[in-house]
């Protein structure tokens, strides 16, 4: 499961705002590669919305299925704000819904119906 667990408001090339969701899966334990010791964490997410603000406020705790997971993507920069310590990752967090994706490999092209 996922929940809405907040909102952002971002700003697009075009100088338009739009609102991002805030989205975080379930409770996984993760073993510390320091202590060897097990701790829970849960991931987060965001994903961009069609909503107005309102509707953002209104959805916050709302769960759907799904799961938050790692993706692999090209290397780049963050910056851990707490810090200021720079880091490469190689990968990003987003959201997945088996079922959706099903659905969608089964979709057939209109244009290739006879």
Partial sequence: M????GYEKRT???GEEFFILVLQGGVTP????ETGRIYFTANT???TSTFDEETCKEIIGTQFPGR???KK???YEYTIPETGEVLMLEHRWEYQDEVLDEITEQ???EKQVV
């Fill in 107 to 109: 979709l057939i092209d």
């Fill in 68 to 70: 938050i997971a790692k």
């Fill in 2 to 5: 996922v929940t809405i667990k």
């Fill in 45 to 47: 997410a965001t994903a």
């Fill in 30 to 33: 993760v073993k510390s590669k």
């Fill in 12 to 14: 697009n090339s075009d």
């Fill in 73 to 75: 993507v090209e290397p």
